[in-house]
């Protein structure tokens, strides 16, 4: 297999290895035992054949199919309806279009994404092939999800029964955005916010911006404001809320320490205080691997600004399959991004080698001839690129 192949097969191999083992990890069905925090609206619960669903409001819903856990809002406007986060899975899209017109026949108008991931994104083309605007935030072109509509920071709806303000913030990945219902005083947080799983920042702003994002929440709204996390329960509040951040604190910090102190990940994943934390965020006191090393690989792998040289890098990159790179200098980031596939923050080794920021097995590039060649190194292999 040619070594462009395997970049790209890698990619597609860790998104599903990602896929598999967050799924394995962050099933609605495990019990939760200890650090559950009691939810004031499980009476709305109801359970159907093929969906679970909450009444938020009498115009939002949350829906969940029962063979795919993502939580999906149903928002039916005067005259139309706004999904958030279609699910994937082709096999569940019909069924997900017949449930909604269970509530209402009004037509699918818009559909807003939390991020860009397909378990968030999934029926996008679907229901655009019916009619639907996709509205995202702008990073979502670097992701292999169907956009429309993008936006970069804020982006507002007014509707006659609802506004509906949407902001972005780094943090699971590069295209958050937290969608805020001013009216029936609703959040979605996307991934930012799990009920059943690990603070899951490695794919974006790291653990500032997986607070940054927590606390733009809690500064919306009020005290009854409802919290829909992007898995996990139909939905939360602001108490529950407020003991994730808390949790997603002591985490982070702890994971720090023992980093510091030169334990490996394995033996991070031993220890009391954070076995103690995963019960709180997954009910269940087993923690992966992988999900230290992430932690580390996107926060704590190089405190080494970046050089002044930065900057130089900027530009596009060909391989020899004809696939292209394209470095950016952007907010005092250096970014390396493709168009349909990926986007990441590179952290400094050296004036021409960078890490890729939550990217493991240990991912680097490193420039070499005066920058006008990139190596790309996916932890196993090399590729080379050159400038255009
Ligand atoms: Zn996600």
């Not at 990940?265 to 220890?271: A, P």
């Not at 019960?279 to 600004?305: C, M, R, W």
């Amino acid at each position: 297999m040619n070594i462009q192949l395997i970049h790209v097969f890698d990619i597609k191999q860790l998104t599903l290895l990602f896929l598999c083992v967050f799924f394995t990890f962050c099933s609605d069905q495990k019990p939760k035992e200890k650090g559950e925090i009691a939810v004031r609206h499980e009476t709305k619960l109801e359970q159907g054949p093929n969906f679970t669903q909450r009444k938020i409001t009498d115009n939002l819903y949350v829906i969940k199919s029962n063979n795919y856990h993502t939580n999906v809002g149903v928002f039916i406007g005067t005259k139309e309806i706004i999904l958030i986060d279609p699910m994937t899975g082709s096999n569940n899209h019909q069924a997900l279009l017949e449930k909604i017109k269970e509530f209402s026949n009004k037509p699918i108008k818009y559909i807003i994404n939390t991020h860009g991931h397909e378990d968030h994104t999934g029926a996008n083309s679907f229901f655009a092939a019916l009619g639907a605007t996709i509205i995202s935030q702008e990073n979502i072109k670097y992701t292999s999800a169907k956009y429309g509509v993008t936006f970069k920071d804020k982006y507002t709806f007014d509707l006659e029964n609802e506004r509906i303000e949407l902001y972005h913030i780094t943090s699971h990945t590069f295209d958050d955005v937290l969608i805020y219902f001013t009216t029936n005083n609703t959040i979605f947080m996307g991934d930012t916010y799990m009920t059943n799983f690990f603070p899951h920042f490695y794919f974006g702003g790291g653990s500032k911006g997986h607070i940054d994002f927590i606390d733009k929440a809690l500064s919306l709204g009020n005290e009854n404001t409802v919290i829909v996390a992007g898995h996990g329960k139909l939905s939360s509040d602001k108490t529950e809320l407020n003991t994730y951040r808390k949790n997603s604190i002591q985490w982070i910090e702890r994971i720090k320490e023992l980093s510091f102190a030169g334990k490996t990940s394995d033996e991070i994943t031993q220890d009391d205080e954070i076995k103690q934390l995963a019960l709180a965020f997954s009910g269940n006191n087993t923690v992966h691997v992988q999900t230290i090393e992430k932690t580390i690989s996107v926060d704590y792998n190089s405190s080494t600004p970046l050089p002044e040289s930065a900057k130089n890098y900027e530009g596009m990159y060909q391989y020899k399959n004809g696939e292209v790179d394209e470095l950016i200098f952007r907010d005092k980031k250096l970014m390396l991004r493709r168009k349909g596939a990926y986007i990441f923050e590179l952290s400094t080794l050296s004036d021409t080698k960078f890490h890729i920021k939550g990217q493991v097995p240990y991912r680097y590039i490193s420039f070499s001839n005066d920058g006008k060649e990139l190596t790309y190194f996916n932890g196993k292999e090399s590729q080379i690129a050159k400038r255009k």
